[in-house]
């Protein structure tokens, strides 16, 4: 049984946002740039609907702010009472937040969709002990004090920017400290045949933050640390001066190069976005913007082989509820009948499949794959959570909706 489409365009497909030059560059915005342009100067409106964020960063980003809170002297005593009372207010906001989107929504309770969420909270609050407290700080910039917690630095020209997590002082100088939420084992990437290194993201990130400091403040960082907030010691990253410049002028240099091919798009909109794009199965797996870039579903068609994100885009066939509650999907999709399984029948988790009808475009976004089959996949579900990052988005037909 389908429904009226919902007036305020749950599971519909949002339009393309429009295009926009990029005004700065910040350290942590640094290598998603090399890896894919178009991702980075998209603009969309406040109602734009991304995917879905994964639990994990929705709690990062709970973490950070408690930190900040911690370093700038707002906890008080910092007693197991304070630091849940704060937490508390922290994620109510948050929920606040989530709960206005139709697709982010479905992360609520955290407590149900965070995996390890009171183990995580935990660790929080054990840095927050473990952390200095500062007190009252200015925001940062040129001639303000170096030392403190989220600290804001720009070059003079306001080309290259971003905020620090923590700057602290000790008797040889300054250390940049990055927090990074994850176990010390997230901090690494593998190689093939070598060993595990830090993630050179994060080493550029941090490397960045050091030219950032020198051209704000005269003098160089004496240390560079990066620091798992859930478990984990914190990691010395090794920089030398030369190398810390060479990255800031090679990040001015690329935001150049950027807005020089946002300008080349015809009159800046996006009708041409393959010159921004470059999609492939590392560039795209994380993307929040993959559901309404052409050039990405484009690209996994003529490259198969690639490891794609296990998202689907094909025609409504039907639609049924199995014995057991569930609900299938069937979809045609260039010519090939596919069926997608164990999907949560609620209205509300998937408006887009209560308005769907046979011949709509149907966007699968973020499945999981049936073992041995191309042909099948299943509603992702995460293990030990209630957690499914599935959504599907919507786009009538204009035979089936002549309105639309």
Not at 15 to 24: A, H, Q
Not at 217 to 240: A, N
Request: proline fraction near 6%.
């Amino acid at each position: 049984m389908t429904q009226a489409p919902n007036q305020n365009g749950s599971g519909r497909l949002p339009d393309v946002p429009k295009l926009k030059e990029k005004s700065s560059i910040s350290p942590s915005q640094f290598e998603a740039l090399k890896g894919c342009v178009l991702k980075s100067v998209f603009s969309p409106e406040p109602d734009f609907v991304k995917l879905m964020p994964y639990p994990n960063t929705v709690m990062g980003s709970l973490v950070h702010e408690l930190l900040e809170k911690n370093g700038k002297g707002l906890l008080g005593k910092k007693t197991r009472g304070t630091l849940e009372e704060e937490w508390g207010r922290i994620v109510a906001i948050k929920k606040n937040k989530l709960a206005a989107s139709w697709v982010n929504k479905q992360l609520i309770p955290l407590e149900d969709t965070v995996l390890e969420y009171t183990t995580k909270k935990l660790s929080a609050f054990g840095r927050c002990r473990n952390n200095p407290s500062l007190g009252p700080q200015g925001e940062g910039g040129r001639g303000s004090t170096p030392e403190g917690f989220e600290k804001w630095l720009e070059t003079d020209d306001g080309i290259v920017k971003g905020i620090i997590d923590a700057i602290l002082k000790r008797e040889d100088g300054y250390v940049i400290e990055d927090y990074k939420c994850v176990k010390s084992e997230g901090l690494y990437e593998e190689h093939e045949g070598g060993a595990p290194s830090i993630k050179n993201a994060y080493k550029n990130q941090l490397k960045l933050y050091a030219a950032l400091f020198y051209d704000n403040h005269g003098e160089w960082p004496k240390e560079l640390k990066l620091t798992p907030t859930y478990q984990g010691d914190s990691v010395v990253i090794d920089y030398s001066e030369n190398e810390a410049l060479t990255l800031l002028n090679e990040a001015k240099t690329l935001l150049a190069q950027v807005n020089e091919k946002v300008n080349d798009v015809t009159g800046g909109n996006c009708d041409n976005l393959d010159t921004l794009a470059s999609p492939s199965g590392e560039n795209c797996k994380f993307c929040e913007y993959r559901h309404i870039c052409n050039p990405y579903w484009k690209t996994r068609n003529t490259s198969p082989e690639q490891e794609w994100p296990a998202d689907l885009k094909g025609e409504l066939i039907n639609q049924e509820i199995t014995r057991n509650g569930d609900k299938n999907v069937k979809l045609n999709t260039s010519g090939a009948e596919v069926i997608i399984s164990k999907i949560d029948p609620d209205e509300d988790r998937h408006p887009a499949l209560a308005q769907a009808q046979p011949g709509d475009t149907l966007y699968c976004m973020d499945l999981k794959p049936a073992k041995d089959t191309n042909t099948r996949f299943e509603q992702h579900r995460q293990l030990h959570t209630k957690f499914s990052k599935t959504v599907f988005f919507l786009r009538p037909s204009k035979a089936g909706n002549p309105s639309d």
